[in-house]
């Protein structure tokens, strides 16, 4: 079964700076992989997902995220953090015709 | 497109009730939707995979008689607390992941559930 660890809980940075969270995930097979994100109180939105082709992945907002086979990693990235960022980012893996499995989830901070 | 819907998007009730929570895919067919339950601060644990007009598949340790599922039709699903109970209080998030549409899921916007 495929599992995913997202290892930072909590993550705080200046707003304009650049930000990257972690995940990494494990699985036998060629993974499809999600980021997702959760404003308080609400449900989840897609950002940005994999599932074959280009390892380089953009998304809504400004996100994008890298597939890096080698290491089981999937690192969301975004280059300038807005304040309205702030929120809880779930990654997430699934497998064809299969559920999902999330991460524990990273809380990011913004700083003004 | 791809968005999905909940009702109520709270509920208070009383010890002993049963609520039943609402998860609609309004602009596209949801052959399988998936009920998910978040605790504060915490991630999204699935409870149940619904495939429509099928029988639901609960994961290990979620009781089947307290949760009940129905998936009458491509576009809705129901979850229903039976018999709730303060440790039912939770929010709980559907999702559907649509026909011809990958593995994409697409999450409703949530119902928190507190039972005094």
């Known amino acids: 079964a495929q599992s995913v660890t997202q290892p930072d809980i909590h993550i705080t940075v200046s707003e304009g700076a650049s930000l990257e969270l972690r995940c990494n995930y494990s699985y036998g097979a060629t993974p499809y992989l999600f980021w997702y994100v959760q404003s308080p109180g609400q449900g989840l939105q897609l950002l940005l997902k994999?599932?074959?082709?280009?390892?380089l992945v953009q998304g809504i907002k400004g996100f994008e995220a890298e597939f890096k086979r080698s290491q089981s990693s999937f690192n969301l990235r975004k280059p300038s953090v807005h304040w309205s960022d702030a929120a809880e980012y779930f990654c997430?893996?699934?497998?064809?015709?299969?559920?999902?499995?999330f991460g524990a989830g990273t809380r990011l901070t913004v700083k003004p | 497109g791809a968005v999905v819907s909940q009702h109520p998007s709270w509920v208070i009730c009383k010890s002993g009730t049963s609520v039943k929570i609402e998860c609609r895919s309004l602009?596209?067919?949801?052959?399988?939707m998936f009920w998910y339950r978040q605790f504060p601060k915490q991630s999204l644990m699935l409870m149940a995979t619904s495939n429509e007009g099928s029988k639901a598949t609960y994961e290990q340790g979620v009781e089947k008689d307290k949760f009940l599922i129905n998936h009458a039709s491509l576009t809705l699903s129901t979850l229903t607390v039976t018999s709730a109970h303060p440790e039912d209080s939770s929010f709980y998030i559907c999702?559907?992941?649509?026909?011809?549409?990958?593995?994409?899921?697409?999450f409703g916007p949530g119902t928190r559930l507190l039972v005094l």
């Open positions: 997430a893996v699934g497998a064809r015709n299969n559920d999902m499995r």
């Open positions: 999702s559907a992941r649509s026909r011809g549409g990958g593995e994409t899921q697409y």
């Open positions: 602009d596209f067919q949801a052959t399988t």
């Open positions: 994999y599932f074959s082709g280009d390892t």
